[in-house]
């Protein structure tokens, strides 16, 4: 611990990082600081520095977040381009670090005869993103192939832990015992398959994505997370909300669960407004809440 606390750290920090550049959506206030760690080890050093009590953010690609306009009163760290290492174990499994991207894993595995990642190119985040949350689709769910992973608490400290340690469920995942560990990365099993069906899967599933999600226009995936027995895109329809808007903000026209920015001009209380408006109106129409997969952060809105 030491030698830890005494080493020089070579990442990037910042003050007043807009994040507008860091979400999908394009759209969001500032974060009071940010830092970019150089690596694992480099974020070690800097968490061992933090004050215990200072409000983190864990930023990846930034596909599943919206930062309020006023801003956010604490320290956002980005792990894509950092936590990168991807590798294959002696006993087949892939070590992946929090800050892979998702379809970046998919295509490692399937270039390595593995079967069953493909579901992964489909998701536009991090691997630490699709940790936090279960991250899935087409039938494939992120926790499913956990062995084991690895967090980095406040005090610097690695932790090796296994799924049994952690609450699963659909698009919600927390520790048991223990909120002050973030990921850093995770040890994954895949079957053996064949690679090169597992890359023709890929391309169907990207084309698909491509031709029924608004993929051209700023936007954080899907807004809300599906109900039992039915798809929230189906009800937002239903109800009559496709194209509507509040300020910049839209409901996609193409598909329902997602909201654009069409123009990058929407503020962050627009697009949350909008979400509101949404869950008010399935919820009066047909008595279902739904439930946000995006995570909304800082000040209140203004």
Not at 30 to 40: G, I, N, R
Not at 223 to 231: I, S
Request: charged share 25%.
């Amino acid at each position: 611990m030491a030698e830890l606390s005494s080493a020089p750290l070579r990442g990037t920090f910042r003050r007043d990082e807009p994040m507008a550049r860091h979400v999908s959506w394009r759209s969001g206030g500032p974060v009071a600081k940010a830092y970019f760690p150089a690596d694992l080890d480099d974020l070690a050093v800097f968490l061992r520095r933090l004050r215990h009590d200072e409000p983190l953010l864990l930023v990846g690609l930034g596909s599943n977040l919206l930062v309020r306009d006023a801003g956010f009163e604490g320290t956002a760290i980005f792990t894509h381009g950092a936590l990168d290492e991807l590798r294959q174990e002696a006993d087949g499994s892939l070590y992946v670090g929090a800050g892979v991207a998702a379809p970046k894993l998919a295509r490692f595995a399937a270039n390595r005869n593995l079967a069953g990642a493909e579901f992964l190119a489909g998701i536009p985040g991090t691997l630490g993103g699709a940790l936090a949350m279960n991250a899935g689709c087409h039938g494939g769910e992120t926790w499913n192939h956990v062995q084991r992973v690895l967090m980095l608490n406040r005090r610097g400290r690695l932790i090796e832990r296994g799924p049994e340690d952690f609450a699963v469920g659909y698009r919600h995942v927390g520790l048991k015992a223990s909120a002050d560990e973030i990921f850093a990365g995770a040890w994954l099993r895949f079957p053996a398959g064949d690679g090169a069906a597992a890359r023709a899967r890929i391309r169907a599933l990207l084309e698909a994505r491509i031709a029924s999600q608004p993929l051209q226009l700023p936007n954080a995936g899907s807004v809300f997370r599906n109900p039992p027995g039915d798809h929230a895109a189906r009800l937002i329809e239903a109800a009559g909300l496709k194209g509507h808007g509040v300020g910049g903000a839209r409901v996609s026209e193409k598909h329902a669960n997602f909201i654009v920015n069409p123009d990058g001009k929407a503020r962050a209380s627009e697009i949350e407004m909008l979400i509101g408006r949404i869950q008010a109106e399935v919820q009066r129409k047909y008595a279902i809440q739904l439930i946000r997969e995006v995570r909304i952060v800082g000040g209140e809105r203004q």
